[in-house]
């Protein structure tokens, strides 16, 4: 069995942004050189998700809306744990959206329907944060 | 180690279904051979889950009650993804659900509580969408 | 490939308590001697959850509050799933929160960001309940 472990940075731009990272995925894959087995994307971050959904421009704003709907950021003082921090609707949205993808290793290629892209979603930006890839297989 | 592939293909009746896949993902396992290990299985759809709840009927009305009051269906307008589309809710109510389930293999069985059973959430149905059953180990 | 199983058992006093887990399973890990690989750790049981997230009281209390809202306990009539139970509740919190994560391992230890905990989220308490570990790797 191989083993492959590299850590992706992203700082982003505003509180939160949704980023296509299929590319930097796909690149880990390339380099571990496994062609069969399980691939692990997590968030290194707790107001932070990597999740698989569309890439589509409606769809993110879709789903910007209605996370901010189900957990909005203000007031701030509606949540205890916003003392000296201002992110626990970050906390909230991370669990909707997720930690963590697992992804087929088939063949060399992310094994996925026509669709499927991984995105790194984040709710508490412009600071760099880390998702870690982890592969295991042959 | 070892690693099996299969798709299962599923076409529901209705826009929104819940299928019961656990024989369908046991029968995968017992081609692999695979005794010891983890299976992964997935949507290859992005309006769809893979997720481990109860076979009860009641609680599937719940369910379907539930996501229908945190993303409705309608009005189709209040989604920007939805243009030549109408399945923004779909993407939505599946990241509640969830993409995908990870289940250990332990002595060439889904090694599962009492009550867990793997269901196929469906949120854009009546077309053949595929679900991804992989599993690795020894 | 090595392989590694166990059960935890937890019986929490109140109906909904968040445990941090992480301890139990750092442990399970060193029994284990697997270094490289990946470790599951779900649920074995439909109304509670294994999540990872911050361990802080404020944050939990958020997350209990926040729960109850998207899916309250009360009236128990509201859902169809309670006959002869009162859980329903239990199984929407649950899919909020998710049933399982998979976390790499990397030189002997869980590869975690600098917060990262896991915890067992209980939707139905005041009973044993299990939690499964399975670490596969070398």
Redesign the interface.
């Given at each position: 069995?191989k083993?492959f472990?590299k850590e992706l940075t992203f700082k982003t731009p505003h509180r939160r942004d949704y980023l296509n990272i299929t590319p930097d995925v796909q690149k880990a894959l390339l380099e571990s050189g496994i062609k069969?087995?399980?691939c692990?994307v997590?968030?290194?971050?707790?107001t932070a998700s990597v999740?698989?959904?569309?890439d589509?421009?409606?769809?993110i704003?879709?789903?910007d809306d209605?996370l901010e709907n189900?957990?909005p950021h203000e007031p701030i003082s509606q949540?205890?744990?916003?003392?000296a921090e201002d992110n626990?609707d970050g906390?909230?949205k991370?669990?909707?959206?997720?930690?963590?993808?697992?992804?087929?290793v088939?063949n060399g290629k992310l094994?996925?329907?026509?669709?499927?892209q991984i995105f790194y979603g984040e709710f508490d930006g412009r600071r760099s944060k880390?998702v870690?890839v982890?592969i295991?297989?042959?």
């Open positions: 069995m083993s472990r069969e087995g399980l692990l997590n968030a290194m971050h707790i999740y698989i959904n569309d589509e421009s409606g769809l704003a879709d789903f209605w189900l957990a949540y205890r744990h916003n003392g626990a906390h909230l991370r669990q909707v959206m997720g930690r963590e993808v697992v992804v087929a088939s094994d996925f329907g026509p669709w499927e880390r870690l982890k295991i297989g042959e």
